[in-house]
C-alpha cells in the first residue's frame, strides 16, 4: 500500500473515531436535555429531530410520544409521530396507528395559528415516499392513504 494510502487509511479511521466521538458527546447532550425535566414541546420536538438524524428513531418515537400526550391540542406533534412511523415501519406493524394519526391532523379541527397543516401534512408525506422508491414503501403509503380517506 502506498504512503497516500496508508495516510488516507489513518484519516478515515480517525474521523469515524471523531464522529462515533461526536455522536456520543451529542447523545449525552440531548439526553441531559430530557433529563431536566422540561416540559417544552418544542424543546422535546428539536430533541427528537436530532435523534432521527443521528437514526435513534426509537428514542425519537419515545419524545413524540411524549410531545403528543403534552400537546394532542397541536397537530404538528400528531403529524411528527404519524411521519416517523412512517419512516420506520418496515413491517407494516404500526399501520393503522399510522392511519389514525393523519386521519387527525387532515380532518382535525385546529386553531387558526395551524392554517394549512393538513396541506404540510400531505406534502411532506408524498416527498417522503419520492425519497423511498421501493414498490414495498409505495404499496405501505398508498394503503396508509386510503386507510386515512376511508372514514
Known amino acids: ?18 464522529s462515533n466521538e461526536y455522536e456520543y458527546f451529542g447523545l449525552r447532550i440531548l439526553t441531559s436535555v430530557l433529563k431536566l425535566g ?3 414541546p418544542q424543546l422535546l420536538r428539536t430533541v427528537a429531530y436530532k435523534l432521527v438524524e443521528l437514526g435513534r428513531h426509537n ?17 404538528q406533534s400528531l403529524r411528527d409521530l404519524a ?6 415501519n418496515s413491517e407494516n406493524k ?9 386521519k387527525k391532523v387532515l380532518f382535525g379541527k385546529w386553531d387558526t395559528r ?13 416527498h417522503q415516499l419520492k425519497l423511498k422508491s421501493s414498490a414495498e414503501l409505495i404499496e405501505k403509503a398508498v394503503r396508509t392513504f386510503i386507510l386515512v ?3
Request: net charge negative.
Open 114 to 126: 395551524y392554517a394549512e397543516i393538513e396541506v404540510t401534512t400531505l406534502h411532506v408525506g408524498m
Open 59 to 75: 428514542l425519537a418515537e419515545n419524545i413524540f410520544r411524549r410531545t403528543v400526550n403534552l400537546r394532542s391540542d397541536e397537530p
Open 83 to 88: 411521519l416517523l412511523l412512517q419512516e420506520s
Open 38 to 40: 422540561l416540559e417544552s
Open 94 to 102: 404500526n399501520l393503522v396507528e399510522i392511519s389514525d394519526l393523519f
Open 149 to 151: 380517506g376511508a372514514d
Open 1 to 18: 500500500m502506498s504512503n497516500v494510502g496508508i495516510s488516507n487509511e489513518i484519516h478515515v479511521s480517525n474521523s469515524n473515531s471523531n
